[in-house]
C-alpha cells in the first residue's frame, strides 16, 4: 500500500467474506459471500433490515469478530493488525462514555492508552471537541449531558487520535428526529473537514441516502449485499437536498433493493 | 391541626391529668406526692392546660418545652423516689407523647418552609434522647435489676469512671487487631479476586476452597488461630482477615465483571492491554462492588475481632473485658464496651460510606439520578 492520500486507494477490501455464530440451535449464518471495497475518503452505507449482518461486517473490521470464510483486509493489513496499528475509531450505537470520567478525560481515555504525551493530548481534546462543537463542555460529566451530546462526545473521543477510518455503528439510532437530522449534517461537514473514510450502519434511508457516497443494501438469512449504490448527488448537501429528484431516486433504488431482499425470504 | 396531631394532643393531656390524680411516687412504703418534684407538677399542669389548643392557637415550641420540663423533671425525680407509682408512668408517657406531637408539628412546619431545614436534626435528636429518658426512668423507677438492665446513666459513670482501662481495650481489640486484620483480609481479597479474574484455573479452584474458608465457624477457627498466632492481636487479627476475606474476594470478582460489553469492546478497539483496561475500565466499574464489601466487613471485623477474645488472650481487649466481667455480674461494664463497639463500628462504617460517595460520586445510587 503507498501512503499518496490517492481517492482510489482501497481501506477495505472483503473477497467472499463469510461469518457462521454456532450457538446451540445450531448454525446461524451472519455473512455470506461478501466483496466490497472501501477505498480512501469514501463515507459507505451499510442499510439493510435487522439481523442483515451490517452491524457484523463492521465488527469485522474492527476485529471484533472473525470471518469464518474468505478474506479481508484492512488498510492493507489484517484486520487484527489494522486494530493494533490503532487505524480505526469505532463509534458504537450508545455513547459508552465512562461516567466517572469528565468528557476531556473521556476524550482522552484513547490518548492516555495510546501514549499520547500531555500537552498533544491537550491540543487534540480541544480539537476534537471543536469538530463536534462541544467546546464548553470539557469538565461536565457524561450523565450531566443530553443523549445528542454524549453520542457527539463519544464521536470527538474516536476522533481523538490519528485513525483515517471511522466505523460508526448506528450512532443515532436512540435519538430523536430532529437531533439527527442536526448531527447528520454536522457528520457531512465534519467528514468534509476532517477527510477521512467513513462506514456507517443504518437502518434509515433518508439517512443513508443523505450522508453516503456509497450505499450497501444488505438483506438478512443469510446476512449478504443485494445492492451496491455509488450516489450522485454533490458533495455540498444541505437539508434541503432530501426533497429533490434525485434524492427521491436514490432513495426509491434502495428501498427496491430491501424489499427485494425481504421477498426472497418469504 | 391533623387527626393526629388531635389525637396526640388529648392523649398527652389526658395522661398528664391521670398522673396528677393517681399515686406518684413512694420511698419505704410511704407515698410521695407529685408536688414534692415542682418541675412535674408544672409539667403536668401546663400539660392539662395546653387542652386550650382546641380552642387558641399554640406554637410546637410550647409542646417541645413542655416535653424538656418533663424529662427532665422525672429524670430529677429518679433522685429521691424510690418505687415509682403508676402516676410516674403516666407523667413519663405524657411526656413522651408532647415530644412525639412536637416532632410531628416541626416536620409538618420545615415541609411548609416555615422553619430552616437545618432545624430537622433535632427531630431524630428528640427520639434518640426520648429513648434515653424512657430507658432511665423504666430501670430506675421500676428497680430493674441491674443485671438485666443497668441505667444508661449507670453505664455512663461506668464508662467515664473507667476511661484508661476502657482505652487499652479500644486499642488492643479496635486498633490493633480489627484495623491490621481489616487491611491484611480486604488487601487479600481483592487481590485474589483479580488472580481468579485473570486465570479460570484459578477460579475453579479458590473460589469453592474461599466460599469453605468462609463457612467455618467463628467459634472453631478462633481457637485455631490462638494455637497458631498466640494469644496477643496477631491471633485475633487472624481471625478477621478469614472472616472478611470471602466478601471482598466474592464482591470484587462480581464487581470485575461489571463493566459492560459495549465498553470492553471500546477498550479492545484501543488495543488497550490488560492491565490498562483493568485500571481505565474495570476497576472503576467494580467500585460500587468493593465498597459494598470493605462495609459489610466493617462491622464483621469488630464482630470476629471481640468474639475471637473469648479463646485465650492477654488480659486486655473489649472482647475479654465483656466476657470476664459478665462473670463478675458487672454488667455495666460489659454495657460500657458494647456501646464503645457500636460508636466505633458505627464510625467505621460511616468513614468507608463517606469515602465510597467521594470514589463513587459518579454511581447513579450516590449521585440520586437514572443510570
Redesign the interface.
Request: aromatic share 14%.
Given at each position: 500500500m503507498t501512503t499518496d492520500g490517492g481517492k482510489s486507494q482501497s481501506v477495505v477490501e472483503a473477497k467472499g467474506l463469510g461469518l457462521t455464530f454456532k450457538t446451540a440451535d445450531g448454525d446461524v449464518v451472519a455473512l455470506s459471500d461478501v466483496n466490497l471495497e472501501i477505498k480512501r475518503g469514501e463515507f459507505v452505507s451499510f442499510i439493510g433490515p435487522s439481523g442483515c449482518g451490517k452491524t457484523t461486517f463492521l465488527r469485522v473490521i474492527a476485529d471484533l469478530e472473525q470471518p469464518t470464510s474468505g478474506s479481508i483486509t484492512v488498510n492493507g493489513t489484517s484486520p487484527a493488525d489494522a486494530r493494533l496499528n490503532r487505524s480505526y475509531g469505532y463509534v458504537f450505537q450508545a455513547p459508552a462514555l465512562f461516567p466517572w470520567r469528565s468528557i476531556e478525560n473521556n476524550v482522552a481515555l484513547p490518548l492516555e492508552i495510546m501514549g499520547y504525551g500531555d500537552a498533544d493530548r491537550r491540543a487534540r481534546i480541544k480539537k476534537a471537541l471543536e469538530l463536534v462543537n462541544l467546546e464548553g463542555f470539557e469538565k461536565k460529566f457524561p450523565w450531566q449531558l443530553s443523549g445528542g451530546m454524549q453520542q457527539r462526545a463519544s464521536i470527538a473521543r474516536a476522533l481523538a487520535f490519528d485513525a483515517d477510518l471511522l466505523l460508526m455503528d448506528e450512532p443515532f439510532g436512540a435519538l430523536d428526529e430532529i437531533v439527527r437530522d442536526h448531527l447528520n449534517s454536522e457528520l457531512l461537514k465534519l467528514w468534509a473537514a476532517t477527510q477521512k473514510t467513513i462506514a456507517f450502519v443504518t437502518h434509515s434511508i433518508p439517512e443513508a441516502v443523505y450522508l453516503s457516497t456509497k450505499i450497501v443494501v444488505m438483506s438478512p438469512r443469510p446476512g449478504r449485499v443485494t445492492d451496491i449504490i455509488e450516489s450522485t448527488l454533490p458533495a455540498e448537501r444541505p437539508l434541503e437536498i432530501r426533497e429533490t429528484p434525485e434524492f427521491l431516486a436514490i432513495a426509491h433504488r434502495v428501498r427496491d433493493g430491501l424489499r427485494a431482499g425481504h421477498s426472497y425470504e418469504e | 391541626m391533623t387527626a393526629l396531631q388531635r389525637v396526640l394532643a388529648a392523649f398527652a393531656s389526658g395522661f398528664a391529668l391521670l398522673a396528677l390524680i393517681f399515686d406518684f411516687a413512694s420511698t419505704e412504703g410511704a407515698p410521695l406526692p407529685v408536688w414534692e418534684f415542682p418541675l412535674v407538677g408544672v409539667f403536668l399542669v401546663l400539660g392539662v392546660l395546653s387542652l386550650v389548643r382546641f380552642r387558641v392557637k399554640i406554637s410546637y415550641w410550647v409542646d417541645g418545652v413542655l416535653a424538656a420540663i418533663g424529662a427532665v423533671g422525672l429524670v430529677l425525680a429518679l433522685e429521691t423516689l424510690q418505687q415509682a407509682e403508676p402516676g410516674y408512668w403516666f407523667a413519663l408517657v405524657a411526656s413522651w407523647l408532647f415530644a412525639w406531637l412536637f416532632a410531628e408539628r416541626l416536620a409538618l412546619a420545615i415541609a411548609r418552609d416555615e422553619v430552616p431545614d437545618a432545624v430537622g436534626v433535632l427531630i431524630p435528636a428528640i427520639f434518640g434522647v426520648a429513648i434515653l429518658v424512657a430507658w432511665e426512668a423504666i430501670t430506675r423507677g421500676g428497680n430493674v435489676p441491674k443485671v438485666l438492665l443497668p441505667s444508661p446513666s449507670g453505664i455512663w459513670e461506668t464508662l467515664i469512671g473507667n476511661i484508661p482501662r476502657i482505652a487499652a481495650d479500644f486499642q488492643q481489640t479496635f486498633l490493633k487487631a480489627v484495623l491490621a486484620g481489616y487491611a491484611l483480609g480486604c488487601g487479600a481479597g481483592f487481590l485474589v479476586a483479580i488472580a481468579v479474574d485473570r486465570s479460570p484455573f484459578l477460579k475453579r479452584g479458590l473460589l469453592p476452597l474461599g466460599n469453605f474458608i468462609s463457612a467455618l465457624p467463628l467459634i472453631g477457627i478462633a481457637p485455631i488461630m490462638v494455637m497458631w498466632f498466640g494469644f496477643d492481636w496477631p491471633s485475633k487479627a487472624a481471625v478477621v482477615v478469614i472472616m472478611t476475606f470471602f466478601p471482598m474476594l466474592v464482591n470484587t470478582v462480581a464487581g470485575l465483571n461489571a463493566a459492560?460489553h459495549?465498553?470492553r469492546?471500546?477498550?479492545?478497539?484501543?488495543?488497550?492491554g490488560y492491565w490498562?483496561t483493568l485500571f481505565?475500565?474495570r476497576l472503576?466499574a467494580a467500585?460500587p462492588f468493593i465498597f459494598n464489601a470493605l462495609k459489610i466487613n466493617s462491622t464483621l471485623a469488630l464482630i470476629g475481632a471481640i468474639v475471637a477474645e473469648f479463646f485465650g488472650t492477654p488480659i486486655v481487649g473489649m472482647g475479654f473485658r465483656i466476657s470476664s466481667e459478665i462473670g463478675k455480674l458487672n454488667v455495666e461494664m460489659v454495657w460500657a464496651e458494647i456501646a464503645v463497639a457500636a460508636l466505633a463500628g458505627s464510625v467505621f462504617y460511616w468513614v468507608v460510606a463517606l469515602i465510597e460517595r467521594a470514589v463513587?460520586?459518579?454511581?447513579?445510587s450516590v449521585?440520586g439520578?437514572r443510570a
Open positions: - | 459492560g459495549m465498553e469492546d471500546l477498550m479492545r478497539t484501543y488495543a488497550s490498562s481505565k475500565l472503576p467500585a463513587t460520586f459518579w454511581h447513579p449521585r439520578g
